[in-house]
């Protein structure tokens, strides 16, 4: 392919990803397919002779898109959002062409400017502690990860080598592997499994602090954890709190949970991987109280930003901790500008040594919606689960199972757990909408969480009217 038929085929390319996405809704929104369904279709072997580019978009519909379940259609109500808008998307396209593999200033200034400036401006628009903001003297500042679960797991692993650090001061008898033996980390028992997957990467013990009845940690149960686990000797470091929790977005309590991490010499970590990006508006900025006392917050605009995956925005309030942890300084990567104050290298904030160019999204979307466009995005969405809640709450044969705060709904048909089992394998055969469950208290809870950009009030009637079909005969067969 040369640049003449680049020209053309990309054309075609953004005709055909548009009329995807214009006529989305029309395709199910889930595939009806055996596991394995794909390597019958094409050849075992990729091919000798180069192929038609026509014959690759056939194959397109005829392999792909059978499998795909389609995230972006209004009748997609699973997990949490996946942004996507065009800016996103054309951004990509630049990034893609670019091609920088930004892990140090120098092998590509831009890629590592834009980024630490889209990070203050994103911060700034969640109103952050000036302690997070970059700035050009500021000593904490901002990365694109490209997971919460990466950020989770680089906070953690900062936090680890800052205790070890910490202890070796006081006694530095003791060993590396003697402490880490007696370092113990906390989370919620409803924080999501990747905070969990971090402990077991970083070796480090982690017990999970029981919530109250609205599925968020209290200082006072945590507290209690933290003073058993000192009387026996543990060294308690590192504690996540979580802020939109996965089963039903619950918020723990940081401006009681702050405080206490801060005395006890714990770092604190924010995961508020969906939530977050409602703290854009002013009546939901309350939510994110308590910030103040963390030492690092994430979350991730590739949820519910309109920034296309991958994008995890994480703040560090001191960047040293995060530097500190993991530099590593070879000749072949080392610049004349490593050392200036204006320069950050963001191979030392991240998992990986590669990065791609991801802040030129950020760009492109800030600008071309604006902060009151960002606002009226997450705001409409909020108003449909409204508007679902309402739909669950006037027929008695359901119940509402959590707080709705933002753009999630946790029902369930008053019954047995068998029953709304029942129900959801029913509601995902049909593949006319698409939910996942959770499990709150013990109950089997169906989640309906509004995803889709494109999602407006008449595919929420539509959804819930499915619904309804689909209990009364459920219902009928089961008195039967």
Same mark, same amino acid.
């Given at each position: 392919?040369?640049?003449?038929?680049?020209?053309?085929?990309?054309?075609?390319?953004v005709?055909?990803?548009?009329?995807?996405l214009? =006529?989305?809704?029309k395709?199910p929104?889930?595939p009806?397919?055996?596991?394995?369904?794909?390597?019958s279709?094409?050849?075992?072997?990729?091919?000798?002779e180069?192929?038609?580019?026509?014959?690759? !978009?056939?194959?397109?519909?005829?392999?792909?898109?059978?499998? &795909?379940?389609?995230?972006?259609? /209004?009748?997609?109500?699973?997990y949490?959002?996946?942004?996507?808008?065009?800016?996103?998307?054309?951004?990509?396209?630049?990034?893609?062409?670019?091609?920088?593999?930004?892990?140090?200033?120098?092998?590509?200034?831009?890629?590592?400017?834009?980024?630490?400036?889209?990070?203050?401006?994103?911060?700034?628009?969640?109103?952050?502690?000036?302690?997070?903001?970059?700035?050009?003297?500021?000593r904490g500042?901002?990365?694109?990860?490209?997971?919460?679960?990466?950020?989770?797991?680089? $906070?953690?692993?900062?936090?680890?080598?800052?205790a070890?650090?910490?202890?070796?001061a006081?006694?530095?008898?003791?060993s590396?592997?003697?402490?880490?033996?007696?370092?113990?980390?906390?989370?919620?028992?409803?924080?999501?499994?990747s905070?969990?997957?971090?402990?077991?990467?970083?070796?480090?013990?982690?017990?999970k602090?029981?919530?109250d009845?609205?599925y968020?940690?209290?200082?006072?149960?945590?507290?209690?954890?933290?003073?058993?686990?000192?009387?026996?000797?543990?060294?308690?470091?590192?504690?996540?709190?979580t802020?939109?929790?996965?089963?039903?977005?619950?918020?723990?309590h940081?401006?009681?949970?702050?405080?206490?991490?801060?005395?006890?010499?714990m770092w604190?970590?924010?995961d508020?991987a969906?939530?977050?990006?409602?703290?854009?508006?002013?009546?939901?900025?309350?939510?994110?109280?308590? &910030?103040?006392?963390?030492?690092?917050?994430n979350?991730? /605009?590739?949820?519910?930003?309109?920034?296309?995956?991958?994008?995890?925005?994480?703040? &560090?309030?001191?960047?040293?901790?995060?530097?500190?942890a993991?530099?590593?300084?070879?000749?072949?990567?080392?610049?004349e =500008?490593?050392? $200036?104050?204006?320069?950050?290298?963001?191979?030392?904030?991240?998992? /990986?040594?590669?990065?791609?160019?991801?802040?030129?999204?950020?760009?492109?979307?800030?600008?071309?919606?604006?902060?009151?466009g960002?606002?009226?995005?997450?705001?409409?969405?909020?108003?449909?689960?409204?508007?679902f809640?309402?739909? &669950?709450?006037?027929?008695?044969?359901?119940? !509402?199972?959590? %707080?709705?705060?933002?753009g999630?709904?946790?029902?369930?048909?008053?019954?047995?757990?068998?029953?709304?089992q %029942?129900?959801?394998?029913? !509601?995902?055969?049909?593949r006319?909408?698409h939910?996942?469950?959770c499990q709150?208290?013990?109950?089997?809870?169906?989640?309906?969480?509004?995803?889709?950009?494109?999602?407006?009030?008449?595919? !929420?009637?539509?959804?819930?009217?499915?619904?309804?079909?689909l209990?009364?005969?459920?219902?009928?067969?089961? $008195?039967?």
């Amino acid at each position: 392919m040369d640049a003449a038929e680049f020209r053309r085929r990309g054309k075609e390319m953004v005709d055909y990803v548009a009329d995807y996405l214009e =006529n989305i809704e029309k395709r199910p929104v889930y595939p009806d397919l055996e596991p394995g369904y794909l390597r019958s279709l094409i050849p075992n072997e990729a091919p000798l002779e180069p192929e038609s580019y026509e014959d690759i !978009i056939k194959d397109v519909e005829r392999v792909i898109m059978p499998g &795909v379940t389609h995230w972006h259609s /209004p009748y997609f109500f699973a997990y949490f959002p996946a942004a996507s808008s065009y800016p996103a998307m054309v951004a990509d396209m630049l990034c893609g062409a670019i091609g920088c593999i930004g892990f140090s200033w120098a092998a590509s200034p831009a890629c590592t400017e834009l980024e630490t400036v889209m990070l203050d401006w994103l911060g700034k628009m969640l109103q952050l502690p000036e302690c997070f903001i970059a700035g050009t003297h500021g000593r904490g500042g901002g990365v694109i990860q490209g997971t919460a679960s990466e950020a989770t797991l680089m $906070s953690l692993l900062a936090a680890r080598c800052k205790a070890v650090r910490r202890v070796q001061a006081i006694n530095a008898k003791k060993s590396e592997s003697e402490i880490l033996s007696k370092l113990v980390a906390y989370t919620s028992d409803q924080a999501h499994s990747s905070v969990e997957r971090a402990a077991l990467i970083g070796a480090v013990m982690m017990r999970k602090v029981p919530t109250d009845n609205h599925y968020a940690v209290r200082k006072e149960m945590l507290k209690k954890m933290v003073e058993e686990d000192k009387a026996a000797g543990l060294i308690p470091f590192y504690f996540c709190a979580t802020l939109g929790t996965t089963p039903s977005c619950a918020f723990d309590h940081l401006t009681e949970l702050g405080p206490l991490c801060n005395e006890e010499n714990m770092w604190m970590h924010i995961d508020a991987a969906y939530a977050g990006s409602a703290f854009i508006c002013p009546e939901f900025r309350p939510l994110l109280n308590g &910030v103040e006392f963390a030492d690092s917050f994430n979350f991730n /605009p590739h949820k519910w930003l309109l920034v296309n995956f991958d994008c995890s925005a994480m703040w &560090v309030k001191e960047r040293a901790d995060i530097i500190g942890a993991f530099k590593m300084e070879p000749l072949y990567l080392k610049h004349e =500008n490593q050392e $200036s104050g204006l320069v950050t290298d963001y191979r030392h904030w991240q998992i /990986p040594l590669g990065r791609r160019f991801r802040s030129l999204k950020m760009w492109f979307v800030f600008r071309m919606y604006g902060l009151k466009g960002l606002q009226a995005h997450i705001r409409k969405q909020v108003a449909l689960a409204k508007e679902f809640e309402s739909l &669950v709450r006037a027929d008695k044969r359901f119940e !509402i199972c959590a %707080e709705v705060v933002l753009g999630l709904v946790c029902f369930r048909l008053k019954g047995s757990n068998e029953l709304n089992q %029942e129900l959801l394998k029913r !509601i995902t055969k049909s593949r006319e909408i698409h939910l996942v469950p959770c499990q709150l208290s013990g109950r089997f809870v169906l989640r309906f969480a509004i995803c889709a950009r494109s999602t407006e009030s008449h595919h !929420i009637q539509q959804a819930w009217q499915h619904i309804t079909q689909l209990t009364f005969e459920l219902l009928q067969e089961a $008195s039967h």
